[in-house]
């Protein structure tokens, strides 16, 4: 409920971002509520599903959610982020 809570927070967030309704402060607490919700899931979530589910059933659950999540979900909408995570990729 917690993590769901961030993502929803989190969308908000990123919402009046793309509107530009975020200030200075108001992008630096973007930047780091993000942060810290991603090292919560790095650190609890993953972790704990590691030790919980075995490893073919989490490459299944990766398939699964590569053919069926929207490209919105995961798509990396700016492009200059987007060209970063091509040269991270090659």
């Known amino acids: 409920q917690e993590l ?4 929803q927070n989190l969308r908000g967030l990123f919402a009046r971002a793309a509107d530009r309704d975020l200030d200075d402060l108001g992008l630096a607490d973007l930047a780091e509520k993000l942060s810290a919700h991603i090292r ?3 650190r ?3 972790e704990e599903m590691q030790r919980l589910v075995s490893p073919a059933d989490l490459e299944v659950m990766g398939r699964v959610l590569e ?3 929207p490209p919105e979900v ?4 700016n492009k200059a982020a ?3 995570h ?5």
């Open 4 to 7: 769901l809570a961030e993502h």
């Open 40 to 42: 919560k899931e790095e």
């Open 44 to 46: 609890q979530l993953f």
């Open 67 to 69: 053919t069926e999540l």
């Open 74 to 77: 995961c798509a990396v909408t």
């Open 82 to 84: 987007r060209q970063s």
């Open 86 to 90: 091509e040269v991270k990729s090659s």
